[in-house]
């Protein structure tokens, strides 16, 4: 089955130019666009994309409320990955706390789009770990009621010695397998740790886990 793709972004030319980069590679497949966010849930619904690339800043309805929107209404729903112009920007920040499961920079080269796309389809939600701690420590500090909430589910969740280990691997951007190599441990059990941190804080995917930790202050950025 190839992966089905919609594109969602204002700039014409920006649609254009994902759509001939993905439709160029085997296995994607691009099954519709949208100039804006207020136009994404009909879509999916009607579409069911296995990933929506979703613009950030949109004129009608922003990509965070339209990730929140997607998420709230469509079971079981798409992967989401943003594109944004400025990784450093508060709004993917945003972004990924309401959901999101990765971001694309849109001057990224055709084969990292490509592989973004296919990463967050195969359910590697977390793309630029790096820049991920960066936004965590401009835009997730403080007290707000996020790193309350952030808290409150760390401290529910519970988790044994072995499973904050692997959080706060996960945390710094190591995969599965590289998790697996740090604790000399085999896949599998990563899996198995990774799928009961993601049960107990109640988090949809890794980079949910991931915001969690830092806006918890259970890992410091830098």
């Known amino acids: 089955m190839p992966v089905t793709v919609l594109l969602v972004d204002d700039e014409p030319l920006v649609r254009a130019g994902l759509r001939a980069v993905l439709e160029a590679q085997p296995g994607i497949e691009v099954v519709g666009e949208a100039a804006d966010g ?7 619904r009607r579409l069911r994309p296995a990933v929506v690339a979703m613009d950030v800043r949109m004129p ?12 709230r209404t469509v079971d079981p729903p798409p992967k989401i990955l943003v594109v944004t ?7 993917v920040y945003e972004a990924l ?5 990765g971001f694309l920079l849109k001057r990224a080269r055709p084969a990292e789009i490509v592989h973004a796309v296919r990463l967050v389809a195969e359910g590697e939600s977390l793309l630029f770990p790096a820049s991920v701690r960066r936004l965590a420590a401009e835009y997730g500090g403080g007290d707000g009621a996020a790193n309350r909430a952030a808290r409150d589910a760390l401290q529910r969740a519970r988790l044994t010695g072995r499973e904050a280990e692997v959080l706060r691997l ?12 740090r604790l000399f441990v085999g896949p599998e059990t990563v899996k198995s740790h990774v799928s009961a941190v993601l049960a107990k804080l109640g988090a949809r995917d890794r980079t949910q886990a991931v915001i969690t930790a830092y806006e918890s202050g259970f ?4």
């Open 38 to 44: 207020a136009a994404v849930i009909p879509l999916v």
């Open 60 to 71: 009608l309805m922003d990509g965070i409320e339209a990730t929140r929107a997607v998420l």
């Open 85 to 91: 112009t400025f990784e450093n920007d508060e709004y």
């Open 97 to 101: 706390r309401a959901g999101a499961d």
């Open 170 to 181: 996960m945390a710094r951007g190591l995969s599965n397998a590289e998790i697996a190599d």
């Open 219 to 222: 890992v410091a950025p830098g």
